[in-house]
């Protein structure tokens, strides 16, 4: 596997942030952040929240931009072809950000698994690789994968809530029958359906399922913790010991994770300035 440690390099930008100054799409005033993780983006589908990811992109530089797959939504261009302005806009930024000294780290998905084919490559001083470790400002290894190579086990849990849903049906049914039997047998009621049920719920938590498959990847290759994405689901938890972090998505919920300077990772929603009447606005989503 492909793999980029960059925690040997210092900042490369210098005061060289302001040289684009007066260009039609300067950056707008905001934070800066060390690094930028964001996936899930699904360029190429009328789902992509493209407008609110370049207010996102121009209010926030950074040293580091993670691209965690999904990028572009390669299976829905080859269904229909959809690509507005907006999403040119979205790929325009990016180049420009990895031409203005950010360095741009992009690790496929399933979506975009056709990007997996130039592991390795860079194309406009994007990366392209395998996954990525990451070492923050306090020197946390984080691996960086979108996390698709752990559908195995959804697609297992799936196919086990499907069978259990199912199951659960005939139980309510076969329920009645064993009690009017145990009843006749003078014995106690017992719920054969509640039982069962529980188990359906064990099943369903495939989100759990895959938060904890992919932490104990990350524990494995001896990290401290993990960034993905591709369940659309932001979350940032200790899970035995071992940091999860998804940076969610920017279909549903327009969420990023971001490591500030001093190396404190924080989960951020990004809210449209129609939505809040001004600047474009974040909100903190966990901590
Ligand atoms: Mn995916």
């Not at 040997?8 to 950056?27: N, V």
């Not at 919920?253 to 404190?264: I, K, Y």
Request: a negative charge.
């Amino acid at each position: 596997m492909m793999r980029a440690a960059f925690d040997a390099m210092g900042p490369w930008h210098g005061e060289g942030w302001s040289d684009d100054a007066g260009s039609p799409d300067d950056e707008l005033p905001g934070k800066r952040y060390r690094a930028i993780f964001i996936s899930d983006l699904h360029l190429g589908t009328p789902g992509c929240q493209a407008a609110a990811l370049l207010d996102f992109l121009k209010s926030h530089p950074s040293d580091y931009l993670y691209l965690v797959g999904d990028i572009v939504d390669g299976w829905q261009l080859r269904r229909r072809w959809y690509w507005p302005q907006t999403h040119n806009d979205v790929v325009q930024k990016l180049l420009r950000r990895a031409r203005k000294g950010c360095r741009v780290v992009y690790v496929p998905g399933n979506h975009d698994e056709f990007a997996r084919g130039f592991v390795g490559h860079q194309f406009g001083g994007i990366e392209v690789v395998e996954d990525a470790v990451h070492t923050t400002a306090q020197g946390q290894d984080l691996w960086v994968t979108h996390g698709d190579y752990f559908d195995g086990v959804i697609q297992c849990a799936k196919w086990l809530a499907y069978l259990g849903d199912n199951l659960y049906e005939f139980t309510l049914k076969l329920n009645r029958h064993l009690n009017s039997l145990r009843a006749r047998m003078g014995l106690p009621y017992w719920s054969l359906s509640a039982y069962l049920k529980q188990r359906v719920k064990q099943a369903l938590n495939y989100v759990t399922d895959f938060e904890v498959a992919v932490a104990s990847e990350a524990r494995r290759r001896g990290h401290h913790g993990v960034v993905c994405g591709h369940i659309h689901r932001a979350e940032m938890r200790e899970i035995n010991g071992t940091l999860y972090c998804n940076d969610g998505d920017w279909v549903e919920s327009r969420t990023a994770l971001v490591e500030h300077l001093d190396g404190r990772l924080e989960l951020l929603q990004w809210a449209p300035s129609h939505e809040t009447q001004g600047q474009g606005h974040k909100k903190q989503v966990s901590a």
